[in-house]
């Protein structure tokens, strides 16, 4: 099936410091876009969508490259409740709808 | 508030064992999908369901069935638990695509098998 990228960190941040993520994709044909969040022994639960155009949620800005095929999350002003798994998921569409996940990006911010 | 609940959240069971996880969602979602979680190699799909009496085969349905009939209910079944079905097991739900597309997932089932 078709792949998605992330590394796998763990990114380690001071507080107060800017961080971004990128996740690649192999099928060009994906239509939607999305960061979730997991923490430690936690589900994963929707962050963020990513649009085409780009968008941004507080400090979380998410953008979507489709030549280069890949999406970013960029986490400005890293807090310690930040520190969490960052999974990309990208989804094709018409057919059969599956959902496909990356590994996840570890982010720990520090004091 | 959304949301999508699982039978367990712990279990063990003994090698050669039939075990039966069970989903359910109070949304009246359409899709539903079992996971499994493991270290380094995140999140891989087993099955999903469309609709109800509906089933399709994920990345790894290998030694797994599922049944859905109810549309809020989605079962995962191990026919005969092995020591490398150990793992946290996670269902999730959502709308048909068209709409949001978000998942909900349920707070997951950490499986032994011995």
């Known amino acids: 099936r078709k792949e998605v990228e992330q590394d796998p960190g763990p990114f380690n941040v001071p507080e107060g410091a800017t961080v971004a993520f990128n996740c690649t994709y192999s099928?060009?044909?994906?239509?939607?876009f999305f960061w979730y969040r997991q923490d430690c022994r936690k589900e994963p639960k929707l962050l963020m969508s990513?649009?085409?155009s780009g968008n941004e949620d507080g400090r979380f800005t998410a953008q979507l490259n489709r030549a280069s095929q890949y999406i970013s999350l960029l986490i400005r002003d890293s807090k310690l409740s930040d520190s969490a798994t960052y999974l990309c998921v990208v989804n094709e569409s018409g057919g059969s709808y599956i959902p496909t996940f990356g590994r996840g990006t570890s982010l720990i911010v520090h004091p | 508030d959304v949301k999508v609940t699982q039978s367990s959240r712990y279990l063990v069971k003994r090698t050669g064992e039939k075990v039966f996880l069970e989903c359910v969602q109070d949304?009246?979602?359409?899709?539903m999908f079992w996971y499994r979680q493991d270290p380094g190699l995140g999140l891989r799909l087993i099955y999903f369901?469309?609709?109800?009496?509906?089933?399709e085969k994920g990345d790894i349905p290998e030694g797994y069935s599922v049944s859905r009939e109810k549309k809020e209910r989605f079962s995962l079944i191990l026919e005969s638990a092995s020591t490398n079905q150990t793992s946290m097991y996670l269902c999730?739900?959502?709308?048909?695509?068209?709409?949001?597309?978000?998942?909900?997932f349920g707070p997951g089932t950490r499986l032994t098998v011995l």
């Open positions: 999730a739900s959502s709308p048909p695509e068209g709409n949001h597309n978000e998942q909900f």
């Open positions: 099928n060009s044909a994906s239509q939607s």
């Open positions: 949304m009246d979602h359409e899709n």
């Open positions: 369901s469309y609709d109800v009496k509906m089933k």
């Open positions: 990513v649009y085409s």
